[in-house]
């Protein structure tokens, strides 16, 4: 193929193809050197869009860690018990002496029962009798039975013991052929403690009786709990008296049941 010039007609340089058309702008050496650079492989199903997106990691569970729960579940059981133990503490706290003997079962208040025969506190001297055996409350000697956790291993004068018990004492009583070893356990409850003594007591109608001014329990068990219930409950709080000791003034530690011969006198 020929074309005019001017200067007459000439032949068109062959031009080698190589398949590429050289970008615009950009020399046919640039074109070739981008045509030179190997393809980006694509991706399977991909589409040729972009990298593939990292795979997240597959967590694989362990079980459940029960050591945790367990020790929450022992905190939470230790903090209600705490809880319900102050609050039970709290109303038995609030209670008074008299609510608490009142739910000794077996307990005979003769406060209410029987007033007019606790009611008498003069002191007299000689033989005395009572309402109740053992008694409860009423005359009695001005000599005291000393009451320091005195456990006597014989009888002793009633006029004496109920004179104990207007201090605010109380006087554990028992059969005189109650086995060695209940008397034994009976001395545990006694023995050492201020404002408690015990001795044995003919004709008693139970293996026990405890006594306080205007209260007794009768009891057939040596080792029955209300016995020391009792004794913890009432000791000084029934005092007719309150503030006189045991320790110390006009008292006997001799045994017998006959009392001192005294003349009546002023004081406790």
């Known amino acids: 193929m020929s074309i005019s010039t001017p200067g007459g007609p000439q032949r068109r340089p062959t031009v080698v193809s190589t398949g590429k058309k050289p970008a615009a702008g950009r020399p ?4 070739k050197a981008a045509t ?3 393809a980006t492989p694509k991706r399977a199903g991909g589409g040729g869009k972009g990298p593939r997106k990292p795979i997240a990691p597959v967590k694989v569970s ?3 860690s029960w050591g945790p729960i367990a020790l929450f579940v ?3 059981v230790l903090a209600t018990s705490i809880i319900g133990f102050g609050a039970w503490a709290t109303v038995q706290g609030g209670q008074s002496w008299q609510d608490k003997a009142s739910k000794i079962d077996g307990i005979v208040n003769f406060r209410e029962t029987d007033p007019e025969s606790v009611s008498n506190q003069e002191h007299r001297s000689g033989k005395i009798e009572y309402a109740q055996s053992p008694p409860v409350g ?5 000599t005291w039975q000393r009451c320091l956790g005195d456990v006597y291993d014989a009888p002793i004068a009633s006029e ?19 086995p060695e070893a209940d008397v034994a356990k009976l001395s545990e409850v006694i023995r050492g403690n201020d404002f408690m003594f015990m001795s044995p007591y003919e004709g008693l109608d139970a ?3 405890i006594q306080a001014w205007g209260y007794q329990l009768k009891v057939d068990d040596a080792g029955d709990p209300r016995i020391k219930e009792f004794a913890t409950v009432l000791a000084q709080n029934a005092s007719m008296e309150p503030g006189v000791p045991c320790s110390s ?9 006959e009392p001192r011969e005294m003349q009546p006198s002023m004081g406790g």
């Open 207 to 209: 293996a026990v009786s």
């Open 28 to 31: 046919a050496a640039d074109a």
């Open 74 to 76: 022992a905190v939470g």
């Open 36 to 38: 030179d650079k190997p």
């Open 62 to 64: 362990q079980g459940r």
């Open 138 to 142: 009423g005359p009695h000697n001005n």
């Open 160 to 178: 004496h013991a109920l004179h104990s018990l207007e201090h605010g004492a109380v006087w554990l009583t028992y059969r005189p052929d109650l």
């Open 249 to 257: 003034g006009n008292y006997t530690t001799g045994t017998g049941t």
